[in-house]
């Protein structure tokens, strides 16, 4: 299931996030939404119901590719193949309903605003490191010192 959401507010950040070059955006933005999506995988896994533990230790933000570079998104997986059943519930073979145990979806709706928070915090950072200066300057550093060995 796929859902996408707006923050408002971020038109100071936005200005300085087009402010970088192409790939510095793609990456702050790629870390920012990391950042949410750890919040949600944390979450999840507090409320996630526990039998075995399994379904618990399953849940797992990732980092999605697209084949678009101007496109960044962010998921939670369940990594079981019953996480679909716990979530939503099921019907026995016996006929008897067996209701599910919410766990993925509330923890995205219990937690938005900070959620939301961590996302402006992290993008905040990102792009204060990149307007720090070009990663290339340590880089030549670096190799300036090797050199004179």
């Known amino acids: 299931?796929?859902?996408?959401?707006?923050?408002?507010?971020?038109?100071?950040?936005?200005?300085?996030?087009?402010?970088?070059?192409?790939?510095?955006?793609?990456n702050v933005l790629r870390a920012s939404l990391f950042a949410g999506a750890k919040a949600i995988e944390k979450?999840?896994?507090l409320r996630a119901p526990r039998l075995t533990g399994r379904l618990a230790k399953s849940i797992k933000a990732k980092r999605s590719k697209s084949k678009k570079r101007s496109e960044v998104a962010s998921r939670v997986e369940v990594q079981v193949?019953?996480?679909?059943?716990?979530?939503?519930?099921?019907?026995?073979?016996?006929?008897?309903?067996?209701?599910?145990?919410?766990?993925?979806?509330p923890a995205f709706k219990g937690r938005e605003k900070e959620i939301q928070a961590d996302i402006v915090k992290k993008l905040r950072t990102a792009i204060l490191k990149e307007l720090s200066g070009p990663k290339w300057i340590s880089q030549m550093r670096k190799a300036v010192a090797q050199a004179g060995k």
């Open 1 to 26: 299931m796929k859902r996408e959401y707006g923050i408002q507010g971020l038109e100071e950040l936005n200005k300085l996030l087009e402010t970088l070059p192409q790939k510095a955006q793609y």
């Open 81 to 105: 193949p019953y996480g679909h059943l716990a979530e939503y519930g099921f019907n026995h073979t016996s006929g008897r309903h067996v209701p599910g145990k919410p766990f993925l979806f």
């Open 43 to 45: 979450e999840a896994k």
